[in-house]
């Protein structure tokens, strides 16, 4: 059955580099029928899509996170991540990864990296 | 971006009632709006995919209805398990944008 973890450092410094990567389970990443996203969950707040990634390595980001943001794949671990540079308090969030169909919505979801910025 | 507006943010009701959320997108999104459950400490979960079609093993009480710019998602009897917050969600266009939820809770 497909899963997804998220791991990574809970605690980042202000201006340091966010990274969290997430194992997939049950599913190849380079299966061209999904994408890779990244979506994230300030405590108490809605949802916020950063950027996904295609089995290619193609990404598209959100315009919010644009400048900041990375996200790649690892086939040969079936894993991809997550990098956010220059990171505030404003950072801090529920990080999960989720898998979305290529037509359609998204169906599998991480249970979340909490992630503070302080220092 | 798209913008969601989800109404009503919170909304209280007892089991067995019959309960409306609903979600408008800023722009045509044809069938494009997907609903997710969340409860505490815990990830969303796919309810309703393409407006109305329901995920697999997601009671039928659960409804989703609408296609442009206004959607529905209905629970027709209240369960204990429903109460938690409810979020629809637009993929007609980068980025995907989420509504900003509906908490439904026990009256």
């Known amino acids: 059955q497909v899963q997804l973890q998220e791991s990574g450092p809970g605690l980042v410094k202000p201006s340091q580099t966010l990274s969290l990567t997430c194992s997939v389970s049950g599913v190849s990443i380079s299966n061209q029928l999904y994408f890779w996203n990244w979506i994230r969950q300030p405590a108490g707040k809605g949802l916020e899509w950063i950027g996904r990634?295609?089995?290619?390595?193609?990404?598209n980001y959100s315009s919010s996170f644009k400048s900041r943001v990375t996200i790649s794949l690892d086939r040969t671990r079936n894993q991809f991540s997550l990098r956010l540079n220059s990171v505030t308090a404003a950072d801090t969030a529920l990080y999960y990864c989720?898998?979305?169909?290529?037509?359609?919505?998204?169906?599998?979801w991480g249970q979340g990296a909490l992630v503070t910025v302080s220092s | 971006d798209i913008q969601m507006t989800q109404f009503p943010s919170s909304l209280s009701a007892s089991v067995g009632d019959r309960v409306t959320i609903s979600c408008q997108a800023s722009?045509?999104?044809?069938?494009?709006l997907n609903w997710y459950q969340q409860k505490p400490g815990k990830a969303p979960k796919p309810l309703i995919y393409?407006?109305?079609t329901l995920e697999t093993g997601v009671p039928s009480r659960f409804r989703g209805s609408g296609s442009g710019t206004d959607f529905t998602l209905t629970i027709s009897s209240l369960q204990p398990e429903d109460f938690a917050t409810y979020y629809c969600q637009q993929c007609e266009d980068l980025p995907y944008t989420f509504g900003r939820g509906t908490k439904l809770d026990i009256k």
């Open positions: 990634i295609y089995p290619g390595g193609y990404t």
């Open positions: 989720v898998r979305k169909k290529a037509r359609g919505y998204l169906d599998y």
């Open positions: 722009q045509g999104i044809a069938k494009n």
């Open positions: 393409d407006a109305s």
